[in-house]
C-alpha cells in the first residue's frame, strides 16, 4: 500500500471535543493505533492524519477526546467542540470519579519545536511492559517541506492514579505545530482498584 501523503491543513482548523462512549474510528483514515490496559480500565489511542483521538473505557463509564478538523461524530458532549488557539485549556469531570484537563500550544516550529522533540524522544524511551505507548507517523518528505509528524506518547504518572497523554501535530504548509497534553485523574490507581 502506497503512504498516505500529507494534504495541507491548517493548524487554525483544528477543533477538540470529548464526547461520551468511545468514539467511532470506521470514520477516520486511522494511520495507527496504540491500546494499554491499567487493571479494569483500557486507553485506546490513534493516529488520524494529522490529528489524534484518544478514547477510555473502564466499568460504568467510556469517554473520547478527538482533536481534528472534522467532526468527532456522534457522542454526547462532554465538552463541546471548541477550536485550538494559541493556548487553550479545558477540564471536565467524564464519570464518577474521573477528572480531565486538557492543554494545548500553538505556534511556530522555532517556539515549540524542542517541546515537540521531547515528546517524541518520550516516544522512543518506551520499552515492553511500561504502562506507556507511543504512536509516531512521519508522512513522506516532499520537494516543499520535510517530513511532517504526528506523535503521541501516553504514560501512567508517578502518581499511579493519572495517565497523561502528550501530542505533537506538525503542519509544515504553515510552519506550525500544535502540541497537546490530556490529563485522566482517577480517584483511585486503576490497576488495583475500582474507580468509581
Not at 10 to 14: F, R, T
Not at 23 to 30: K, M, N, Q
Not at 128 to 144: C, K
Given at each position: 500500500m502506497p503512504a498516505l501523503l500529507y494534504v495541507d491543513q491548517?493548524?487554525?482548523?483544528?477543533h477538540h471535543t470529548l464526547v461520551r462512549g468511545?468514539?467511532?474510528?470506521?470514520?477516520?483514515?486511522?494511520l495507527d493505533t496504540a491500546t494499554l490496559t491499567l487493571g479494569r480500565v483500557r486507553i485506546h489511542a490513534g493516529i488520524?492524519?494529522?490529528?489524534?483521538y484518544i478514547a477510555v473505557d473502564g466499568p460504568g463509564f467510556a469517554f473520547s477526546e478527538v482533536l481534528a478538523?472534522?467532526?468527532?461524530?456522534?457522542?454526547?458532549?462532554?465538552?463541546?467542540?471548541?477550536?485550538?488557539?494559541?493556548?487553550?485549556?479545558?477540564?471536565?469531570?467524564?464519570?464518577?470519579?474521573?477528572?480531565?484537563?486538557?492543554?494545548?500550544?500553538?505556534?511556530?516550529?522555532?517556539a515549540?519545536?524542542?517541546?515537540?522533540?521531547?515528546?517524541?524522544?518520550?516516544?522512543?524511551?518506551?520499552?515492553?511492559?511500561?504502562?506507556?505507548?507511543?504512536?509516531?507517523?512521519?508522512?513522506?518528505?516532499?520537494?516543499?517541506?520535510?517530513?511532517?509528524?504526528?506523535?503521541?506518547?501516553?504514560r501512567l504518572h508517578r502518581s499511579g492514579r493519572a495517565f497523561v497523554v502528550d501530542t505533537?501535530?506538525?503542519?509544515?504548509?504553515?510552519?506550525a505545530l500544535v502540541v497537546t497534553r490530556s490529563r485522566i485523574t482517577f480517584r483511585t490507581d486503576p490497576r488495583t482498584r475500582s474507580t468509581s
Open positions: 491548517s493548524a487554525a482548523a483544528l468511545v468514539v467511532d474510528t470506521a470514520r477516520f483514515h486511522v488520524i492524519g494529522a490529528s489524534h478538523c472534522v467532526d468527532a461524530g456522534p457522542g454526547a458532549p462532554v465538552l463541546p467542540r471548541r477550536r485550538i488557539e494559541a493556548r487553550s485549556g479545558r477540564r471536565a469531570a467524564p464519570a464518577s470519579g474521573v477528572r480531565y484537563r486538557f492543554a494545548a500550544r500553538r505556534g511556530s516550529r522555532a515549540l519545536g524542542a517541546l515537540a522533540t521531547a515528546v517524541e524522544a518520550r516516544v522512543h524511551a518506551v520499552r515492553s511492559g511500561d504502562p506507556a505507548f507511543g504512536l509516531v507517523h512521519a508522512f513522506p518528505a516532499t520537494d516543499a517541506y520535510d517530513a511532517p509528524k504526528t506523535v503521541i506518547h501516553g505533537v501535530h506538525a503542519y509544515p504548509n504553515e510552519d
